[in-house]
């Protein structure tokens, strides 16, 4: 996905996989279903993050309420280990730094704050829960390697029940592996969006970016 590779983001607007936080492994065509759980203690909320596996596993003590595939930073712009809390929750945040100008009817890639005329509008980056300066989860195509600039992406109606489920201050775990590899990675459902095409450009500047859940938010 050229405008993908250029702009280092990316918006969940397009079908991928179906997939469930206790389901069976498969890379296919569709709609991306994600359970999540309403946890009972929303204070008990954890975020515990996979890199080798690109899982995002959210934890309540030893519940699954939910667990999805996710896209981490390339080597070269590495995702951040350590522990973090999310401190910022923007439903539709765009990007400052990536993004379009808007010239009348042209439409065209831009970075912010270059000498270019027009309208700039960011990239979208729905759903956003920062967890360390620039870096944050959002909704995004996800790819089965690193692929982004250190942004945790996930697919679809993913970020929007990530960002039901936690809060600010909900810590945040990013590790090479995590214990959770064993048990429920191996039943998330990947997400291959290397070939999905970019959405048009139109769609990326409008609030139809971001995609809504089709469904409730939680099955309790």
Not at 39 to 61: A, H, I, T, W
Request: net charge positive; proline share 10%.
């Amino acid at each position: 996905m050229q405008l993908l590779c250029r702009f280092l983001f990316c918006i969940g607007v397009t079908a991928a996989l179906f997939l469930t936080s206790c389901g069976t492994p498969s890379v296919s065509s569709g709609n991306y279903h994600v359970t999540a759980h309403r946890p009972n203690d929303p204070s008990k909320v954890r975020v515990k993050v996979s890199l080798s596996q690109q899982n995002v596993y959210v934890m309540e003590g030893d519940r699954c309420l939910m667990a999805a595939a996710t896209t981490v930073g390339i080597p070269s712009k590495p995702t951040p280990k350590g522990n973090f809390t999310i401190y910022s929750k923007q439903p539709e945040k765009r990007s400052g730094s990536y993004g379009f100008r808007v010239l009348g009817d042209r439409i065209i890639p831009a970075e912010a704050g270059k000498n270019i005329p027009g309208r700039y509008v960011g990239y979208p980056m729905g759903y956003w829960c920062e967890f360390s300066p620039a870096y944050g989860f959002h909704q995004g195509y996800v790819h089965l390697h690193p692929r982004s600039h250190g942004c945790l992406r996930l697919k679809g109606e993913a970020a929007p029940k990530f960002f039901a489920l936690v809060r600010i201050g909900t810590p945040v775990n990013i590790a090479e592996s995590q214990p959770e590899d064993v048990t429920i990675g191996p039943k998330i459902r990947r997400v291959d969006d290397s070939k999905t095409p970019d959405p048009p450009l139109r769609v990326s500047i409008s609030d139809a970016a971001f995609e809504k859940p089709s469904g409730p938010l939680f099955e309790d």
